[in-house]
């Protein structure tokens, strides 16, 4: 089992940038591929970054590519995501999750675990 404490989310201007933090605990952390997805009121939850268990292979979907990089630490069961360049549009709730899967790290429904989500907002 792991779980997920997301930090670092906030207030922003555009054109600002935001860390955000994952902190996991478990003892097979490094198993597991891990995501950000981030969720909005009334609207689905969306995929904004993964990178594999080995932290080898990195995906993000056009939204976001150029701008958000995911890293791991799994010495230190970290996950970071690198915002910069942030739009109005990013504002939402971002969630940390881990999954077993070895690929489509863009479904959702496919994490095993979640973490308690984190506030992101950007002002224009």
């Known amino acids: 089992q792991v779980q997920m404490v997301e930090s670092g989310g906030g207030l922003v201007q555009a054109g600002g940038s935001l860390r955000l933090s994952c902190a996991a605990s478990?003892?097979?952390?490094?198993?597991?591929?891990m995501g950000w997805f981030r969720q909005v009121p009334g609207k689905e939850r969306e995929f904004v970054a993964a990178v594999s268990s080995s932290a080898v292979y990195t995906y993000y979907p056009e939204s976001v590519k150029g701008r958000f990089t995911i890293s791991r630490d799994n010495a230190k069961k970290m996950v970071y995501l690198q915002m910069n360049s942030l739009k109005p549009e990013d504002t939402a709730i971002y969630y940390c999750a881990a999954t077993r899967s070895g690929g489509s790290f863009y479904r959702a429904p496919l994490y095993d675990y979640w973490g308690q989500g984190t506030q992101v907002t950007v002002s224009s």
């Open positions: 478990g003892p097979t952390f490094s198993g597991y591929g």
